[in-house]
């Protein structure tokens, strides 16, 4: 990974709302013809949850050190979330810029935190990673699935699986919780409201390149100084 010196400068001002609209438009306008949001959310729901399932089924009694694994990877996840995000999605790097692009100059500019809602099922485009995303991460995760399997056990690599899988799934359905309308059965429930109130700060452009970067669970974060807690801009 190459990083790219970025000027960042441009989207870190809340723009206008008729700016803000002029880039939602052109984002939406880009969207293909035969896109199907509920596809695009049914896809990694179902690859993951059937990932889960497969490797629990072949689970063969786990010790109970071995079941540590699964909390552990999720703590790990949750820094390597906050890792991806701060140093990814909001700079340029070499070879996998798209992710800058779609994140910072768009889902930013579009979603500010006084105005999160996606307007229509389609804009589901403009929150979800694409499609194929949980695949790549599964297939880029080979390796080390592969190190635990004959390093550790066939149980821990199993559990590795499942977690991170686990772990993909739950960004995007509290990703996309987020970003439904404040008024929606899902977007009243007081634990989604306390995690959007965090997200929500986050989409402060003045305050995205630097606080809330986890989008899950704000473990990172905590332990790191980066949950904002001054005033709002
Ligand atoms: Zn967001
Ligand atoms: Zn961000």
Redesign the pocket.
């Known amino acids: 990974m190459l990083a790219k010196p970025t000027d960042t400068r441009p989207w870190e001002r809340t723009q206008p709302l008729p700016a803000r609209d002029r880039v939602r438009a052109q984002a939406i306008s880009a969207i293909p013809r035969w896109y199907n949001p509920w596809g695009h959310l049914a896809f990694p729901s179902l690859v993951g949850l059937g990932f889960i399932t497969a490797a629990l089924s072949l689970l063969d009694a786990p010790t109970s050190a071995e079941w540590l694994t699964v909390p552990i990877v999720l703590v790990l996840v949750n820094f390597h979330e906050w890792n991806v995000?701060r140093n990814m999605?909001?700079r340029r790097m070499w070879p996998l810029e798209v992710l800058f692009w779609r994140?910072?100059p768009e889902?930013?500019v579009i979603f500010v935190r006084d105005d999160m809602a996606m307007r229509a099922t389609r804009e589901f485009r403009l929150v979800l990673i694409p499609f194929y995303g949980i695949l790549a991460i599964f297939l880029a995760t080979l390796p080390i699935t592969a190190g635990l399997w004959f390093l550790a056990s066939r149980n821990v690599a199993l559990l590795w699986v499942a977690s991170t899988m686990g772990y993909v799934v739950a960004y995007e359905w509290l990703h996309l919780a987020y970003h439904l309308p404040e008024s929606s059965p899902i977007g009243r429930s007081r634990a989604i409201r306390r995690l959007r109130r965090h997200h929500a700060m986050?989409h402060t452009p003045e305050l995205?390149q630097r606080w809330n970067?986890n989008v899950t669970v704000p473990l990172a974060d905590w332990v790191l100084g980066t949950i904002y807690r001054g005033r709002s801009v």
């Open positions: 995000h999605l909001h994140h910072t889902h930013h986050h995205m970067f």
